[in-house]
């Protein structure tokens, strides 16, 4: 059974950063496209960020030049740094992989960007 794991949220003030981990119990990690989208109360499920097994990378404009993206295919693990957050930046954050009809979620880890 694929699970996905994430860790890292939490509470931040403005300006503050966080590092959020996702652990994959993929037997073909390599192969997968991982991204991070994040929800909203009274939003749709939007993308934040993604990674292909080539490692090219892609983002939400709205986070360009403060989150980055990276994969470990040692440890199984994506990692999203999330640097000058902001208050729009609260949500929950999900992670995914996704490759040919497979699609996987995690449970999601909560962002609070407060003062």
């Known amino acids: 059974q694929v699970q996905l794991v994430e860790s890292g949220g939490g509470l931040v003030q403005p300006g503050g950063s966080l590092r959020l981990s996702c652990a994959a119990s993929l037997s073909r990690f390599s192969i997968y496209t991982m991204g991070w989208y994040r929800q909203s109360p009274g939003k749709q499920r939007e993308l934040v960020a993604s990674?292909?097994?080539?490692?090219?990378?892609n983002y939400a404009d709205s986070v360009k030049g403060r989150f980055t993206i990276s994969r470990d295919g040692a440890k199984n693990t994506v990692y999203l740094q999330m640097n000058s957050l902001k208050p729009e930046d609260t949500a929950i954050y999900y992670c995914?992989?996704?490759?040919?009809?497979?699609?996987?979620w995690g449970q999601g880890t909560q962002v609070t960007v407060s003062s």
């Open positions: 990674i292909t097994s080539a490692g090219r990378t």
């Open positions: 995914n992989a996704f490759f040919a009809r497979s699609d996987y």
